[in-house]
């Protein structure tokens, strides 16, 4: 990780999306369509059985992202999205399952 600069046009999104979202690959799923994208960041289950991401990257990217996460996967069934800013210095060099 590095540290953002200032003048960067990036945005860090934390999301947590809830519905049939466990065991049906959508984490790889995720983790497939950041690369294509560009964006940066993280995915991963939470106990609860939502899964939880933080996005990062331009706002068009990081927007087209969240777009793909209100769908999921095939054999996903997505019930919300929720999501929103976060504040960080911390850049990511890529986007992975963790």
């Known amino acids: 990780m590095k540290k953002l600069h200032q003048?960067?046009?990036v945005e860090t999104i934390r999301v947590r999306v809830t519905g049939r979202?466990?065991?049906v690959g959508f984490r790889a799923a995720a983790v497939r369509q950041a690369h294509m994208l560009g964006v940066t960041g993280w995915v991963r289950n939470d106990a609860d059985g939502s899964v939880e991401a933080l996005l990062?990257?331009?706002h068009d990217l990081v927007d087209r992202m969240l777009?793909?996460?209100h769908m999921g996967p095939p054999?996903?069934?997505?019930a919300e999205v929720?999501?929103?800013e976060e504040q960080t210095?911390?850049?990511f060099d890529?986007?992975?399952q963790i």
């Open 56 to 58: 990062q990257g331009g």
């Open 7 to 9: 003048t960067e046009n």
């Open 21 to 23: 979202v466990q065991g």
């Open 89 to 91: 210095e911390r850049r």
């Open 82 to 84: 929720d999501h929103a």
């Open 94 to 96: 890529r986007f992975e």
């Open 75 to 78: 054999g996903a069934k997505v």
């Open 67 to 69: 777009s793909w996460l």
